[in-house]
């Protein structure tokens, strides 16, 4: 939201100008009257249109500092090729009307300064270091952009850490799950690098593997997340005015660290575990296993030349 501003009726067209405000519908306010202009985009989110009656009376919550009923006249919109984020948004009233009104009276005077073209970095200056005092507030466009950049810079360091603890702890869990995974696939891997396969080459395969799990359940997420974003921008924000960039790339950036994450961990657990991986060793113990077992569940079968009988067979390595 933004405070409503009290502008002589001689200077509302040199506000509208500098804001790159135009018209859209109603009709421009008069001078002395409870009558003011609104950005579309207010109106939109207000639900508001030419006639109608705002003030604490008709909505407290809404309009808290509107102590008597004003009426709209007319709904301004920019300029469609200015970026949404460059668009003014204001709400002009009768600096007349304010001036002479009793209940407004005891108020903070303010100014409104508009620069030429060129001289918007000396007025800054002017306004920050010769104006400034304990008895001035300056709000220049500067300060505004240093503060909303400081406040975006807090808001990343937060997700930063929040991702950084979201990593940590994907890293833990997906490498405990790999650590079983690969335990039981030990004897696969014992065989392949027995016959002949490098344990490099079989790391990078492993890694590969969690890659792309890693890989389609970030894009999931990600598509997920995009569309539950679209969905609530289209039902709730668009219709009010509010702008929002679902193709920002911040998401993406915040997101990286967590696969990545997650796929060195599974390399580690793969180094780790052929640093102490014994091919010879882990295939005789599961001949041995293998024999065991056989031995004490040997059953027959009404059809034991069947391909499902074939597949359920007990395989010994002994011999390779």
């Avoid at 002589?8 to 509208?16: G, I, T």
């Avoid at 807090?154 to 799950?177: F, N, P, R, S």
């Avoid at 598509?223 to 679902?246: F, K, N, R």
Wanted: glycine share 6%.
């Amino acid at each position: 939201s933004s405070p409503m501003l009290g502008i002589r009726q001689d200077d509302v067209q040199a506000v509208l100008d500098a804001c790159n405000l135009r018209l859209r519908e109603g009709r421009m306010l008069r001078p002395n009257t409870n009558e003011f202009l609104i950005s579309a985009e207010h109106a939109r989110a207000l639900n508001l249109k030419p006639g109608d009656e705002i003030g604490r009376g008709v909505d407290e919550e809404h309009y808290p500092n509107i102590l008597v009923p004003m009426v709209l006249v007319g709904v301004l919109e920019n300029d469609p090729d200015i970026a949404p984020a460059a668009r003014a948004q204001v709400s002009i009233a009768s600096y007349e009307y304010l001036a002479n009104h009793e209940l407004y009276r005891p108020r903070n005077s303010g100014l409104l300064v508009i620069s030429h073209q060129g001289r918007k970095e000396a007025v800054d200056t002017w306004l920050e270091v010769t104006v400034s005092s304990s008895r001035t507030r300056i709000e220049t466009a500067a300060q505004r952009a240093a503060r909303l950049q400081h406040s975006q810079q807090m808001l990343q360091l937060v997700l930063g850490v929040v991702d950084g603890l979201v990593a940590i702890v994907a890293a833990l869990v997906v490498g405990a799950i790999n650590q079983i995974a690969l335990t039981r696939r030990m004897t696969e891997l014992g065989i392949l690098n027995a016959i002949g396969y490098q344990r490099n080459t079989l790391i990078r395969r492993l890694t590969f593997e969690t890659a792309v799990i890693a890989a389609i359940g970030f894009f999931a997420g990600l598509s997920l997340a995009w569309l539950i974003l679209s969905g609530i921008d289209a039902i709730l924000y668009e219709p009010q005015g509010v702008v929002i960039d679902t193709w920002a790339l911040a998401p993406f950036v915040f997101a990286v660290p967590i696969p990545c994450t997650v796929v060195l961990s599974a390399w580690i657990g793969a180094v780790k575990l052929f640093q102490r991986l014994d091919a010879v060793t882990i295939m005789d113990r599961d001949s041995a296993s293998t024999e065991a077992c056989h031995r004490r569940s040997v059953t027959s079968s009404s059809q034991p030349l069947s391909s499902h009988t074939f597949y359920l067979r007990p395989v010994s390595y002994t011999h390779l």
